[in-house]
């Protein structure tokens, strides 16, 4: 399962990546596009420069066309001589109104006309009643009488005016008889024109009064802070980088910039703001996808849909090759281990963790089979001392064939004992305690003939069967060595079990167990134990009565049983089987 | 005829009086000159707009300096003179003097000549005069008590800006338009010459006052120098 896990490890890894991009990529995107929408203020920043520049210059020379006027020339001509300007100020207020009917219209809060000296002789708009009074200190205005045409922009009485001047000069054009200054708004109506031509919102700030704005001024009640806090930055580079700023639940992006003249002295500002963009994020971008998106040709339903066959496709051939293969082939074997077809699972065949399944299953057969009893009437004992165990009191492992003993039904090892003996299992079974059913009424066993009568323990069924033993058994004598060939065995075998052999051809279970008595005699006789006292009749009644109880316990059709060597000792073991 | 004792009395009192003419010549000197400001000082603007032309048919008039730039000698031998009023007057949208050199303790008289209210105050250094609004007609009486540069400023009308510089000097001059100035009664001596114009210190330099006096020609750097120290 090596390659299914490194692939498994490669599929997750290349998720991980991808949802580390799908949560990472987004934000360079929205570095660029704040970037993006920062540069975008920049140029509206400086649009908004040059439609202020090019708006004084067009106030500066709008005056200085008024200044032009005959009439205005004489009147502020003749007022420049000093004395008393009431002569002179309804004549000025008077063609003033004639010369700009559209005042208003135009933007000019008021025109202002004033003599040589400075001082006011007749004004439209604000104030149109007053005159008189001096304004030659102002900075625009001084320098219109010096004969400069100019502009500035005043914050006065919490209000921005952009101001333009210009000279008037006499018909002769030799002196300066005056000048004419024109107060442009400065507030909703410049806010909304650069709103329609440059695409931004747009809030002027004075003194840290937001003075209009086209978005509700009671929502921006963090801007002039920001602005002071980044005094200095304009200061020096008369403008800010663009900041964020937020409006409730809105994120502005924005850029305040001085206006120049005095108002910059009286820290006027005006900012340009543009709504940011919303943060994205994987949800918010899938949200924010069309059907368009998804068409063939925009997105790659080739490649992607390949490549998803491809990681499933090999996911599954790893599986299979890696899993379900083995497994399958485990499952053979075990079907075939339960068959009996196998002694144990070639374990080798299968790594990782089938292989360890296969050898616990291996470790367990083997428990099963050579587990040490636990200490019980049965413990250490073998098969033969269960199946007589005054036999086993006498040399703990033997039948005595001198004083063969024709155990009773209550001497029968209990089967959970037998059991125990062949699956380490020592509990009792409760119902199993009576005697082998298999083989009811087994005749009492006889006494071996002589051996100097030997007949072969398994012989044919159409041997003849040996001589019968009389009740009164001779002393018994020592065995013969162990032979080779059971056939040639030395064993006296009881006439019943010619009896069952020749049952054999009509009971294949019986004939399994003369096979198996056939077996272990001859196992024990070549391991050096003794064989007095074993009857075939015996031994197939304690099987039968095993078999029972391995297939009430283990729900199998039957029971095999194999003869091998444990310890030098003739063993017997008990294989359950299914099928 | 004139006794002879009478005589010798009034040649007497003729030498000890050329002797004190004398001494009297000898400590109190002339310090004149003229100063020549970069163009940036002399434009008579603090605050451009964008725009800022000549007519194409009258010559332009030299700005007025109303008063804005002063020459200064500074030295350890010049005693203090005693405080007095000093009144200074808002008129037209400006204010004339537009610089006064006074003494510590000196109160300076702001009167506001205007139709329309200016708030003054010195932002630079707000504990001395904190901003009130100065109605027309009305006046302000401000004590300046230590040695010092303030600017006094209107926020409605920044251009308005008036220099108060408070010193132990009592030996100053305000400039002419024509940048032309003069010190009398200067000691003889080691001493600074500073020039204050568009609230600032524009120019220092060291002089030694002689008895014949000094006739010194200062010429201002450009704007690199040119920097607002009172704030």
């Known amino acids: 399962m090596f390659l299914s896990k490194i692939w498994f490890v490669l599929v997750g890894l290349l998720a991980g990546i991808a949802v580390t991009a799908a949560f990472v990529a987004p934000r360079p995107a929205d570095r660029r596009i704040e970037q993006l929408e920062g540069q975008r203020m920049d140029r509206a920043q400086y649009a908004a420069e040059q439609l202020l520049k090019n708006d004084a210059r067009r106030w500066i020379d709008y005056v200085a066309k008024l200044g032009t006027d005959g009439k205005l020339i004489d009147a502020l001509e003749s007022a420049s001589h000093g004395g008393d300007l009431r002569p002179w100020h309804e004549s000025v207020r008077t063609r003033l109104r004639e010369l700009v009917p559209d005042r208003q219209a135009i933007g000019a809060e008021s025109i202002i006309a004033v003599d040589g000296k400075g001082r006011v002789v007749g004004r439209v708009g604000d104030d149109e009643g007053e005159f008189g009074e001096s304004i030659a200190g102002a900075e625009v205005v001084a320098d219109a009488l010096r004969g400069y045409l100019s502009d500035d922009v005043w914050g006065a009485n919490n209000r921005l005016r952009r101001i333009g001047a210009a000279p008037v000069l006499s018909k002769s054009h030799d002196r300066i008889v005056g000048a004419l200054v024109v107060a442009v708004e400065t507030g909703k109506r410049l806010a909304e024109m650069w709103k329609r031509n440059l695409g931004v919102e747009v809030a002027i700030v004075l003194r840290k009064n937001v003075l209009s704005s086209t978005l509700p001024e009671a929502l921006l009640t963090q801007l002039p802070e920001v602005i002071e806090e980044h005094a200095a930055e304009i200061a020096s580079h008369k403008r800010t980088r663009a900041l964020p700023l937020y409006m409730g639940n809105e994120r502005l992006l924005t850029v305040a910039a001085p206006f120049t003249g005095e108002a910059a002295e009286q820290r006027a500002y005006y900012v340009l703001m543009t709504k940011k963009s919303p943060e994205s994020d994987p949800w918010a971008l899938l949200s924010s996808t069309s059907s368009d998106d998804l068409k063939w040709g925009r997105f790659p339903w080739l490649p992607l849909g390949g490549s998803l066959i491809a990681i499933i496709g090999i996911g599954l051939f790893l599986q299979r090759m890696e899993i379900e293969n083995p497994l399958k082939h485990l499952r053979a074997e075990v079907h075939r281990l339960a068959k009996q077809e196998l002694l144990k699972i070639e374990d080798t065949k299968y790594g990782g963790k089938l292989g360890g399944i296969a050898r616990d299953i291996n470790a367990a057969i083997e428990h099963f089979t050579h587990a040490p009893l636990p200490k019980s009437e049965t413990a250490k004992k073998d098969i033969s001392a269960i199946l007589d165990p005054k036999a086993a009191t006498a040399d703990g492992r033997s039948f005595d064939v001198s004083n063969p003993v024709v155990p009773a039904k209550t001497a029968v090892p209990a089967p959970a004992a037998m059991a125990a003996s062949l699956f380490g299992t020592p509990r009792s079974a409760p119902g199993l305690g009576g005697g082998p059913p298999a083989i009811p009424a087994a005749p009492p066993p006889s006494p071996f003939s002589a051996p100097s009568e030997p007949a072969p323990f398994l012989a044919p069924s159409h041997a003849a069967p040996p001589p019968v033993a009389p009740h009164h058994m001779p002393p018994p004598r020592p065995l013969p060595p162990p032979v080779v060939k059971p056939a040639v065995a030395p064993v006296p075998v009881h006439p019943s079990a010619l009896d069952i052999t020749a049952r054999d051809t009509v009971d294949p279970d019986l004939a399994h167990f003369a096979r198996v008595f056939e077996e272990y005699v001859t196992l024990r006789q070549k391991c050096g134990e003794s064989i007095v006292g074993l009857s075939v009749e015996k031994f197939t009644a304690k099987l039968q009565s095993n078999r029972q109880q391995i297939v009430a316990k283990h729900n199998c059709r039957t029971a095999q049983f194999t003869v091998y060597e444990k310890d030098g000792k003739a063993a017997l073991r008990a294989v359950p089987v299914r099928d | ?231």
């Open chain 2, 1 to 231: 005829m004139t006794h002879p004792k009478n005589r010798h009395t009034s040649l007497a009192v003729a030498v000890l009086a050329a002797g004190l003419a004398w001494q009297g010549l000898a400590v109190a000197a002339t310090v004149r000159g003229t100063v020549s400001l970069p163009a940036e000082l002399k434009i008579g603007r603090r605050f451009l707009g964008h725009w800022r032309v000549e007519n194409t048919n009258v010559a332009m008039q030299h700005a007025n300096l109303k008063g804005g730039t002063m020459v200064l000698l500074v030295g350890p031998q010049f005693q203090a003179i005693p405080p007095k009023n000093v009144s200074v007057e808002i008129s037209g949208l400006q204010a004339t003097p537009a610089a006064v050199v006074v003494s510590e303790g000196t109160v300076v008289e702001f009167k506001n000549s205007d139709k329309v209210a200016h708030d003054l105050s010195t932002p630079g250094a707000p504990q001395v005069m904190p901003p009130e609004r100065l109605g027309s007609g009305t006046i302000r009486k401000q004590r300046f008590a230590t040695a010092g540069e303030y600017l006094v400023r209107c926020t409605e009308y920044p251009h308005i800006v008036v220099s108060v510089i408070v010193t132990s000097s009592p030996l100053f001059s305000v400039v002419e338009d024509k940048g032309g100035f003069k010190i009398s009664d200067v000691p003889e001596g080691h001493a600074t010459l500073k020039v204050w114009s568009n609230g600032a210190w524009v120019h220092e330099q060291d002089v030694d006052v002689t008895a014949k006096g000094l006739d010194l020609t200062v010429k201002v750097q450009g704007s690199s120098s040119a920097k607002e120290t009172a704030e």
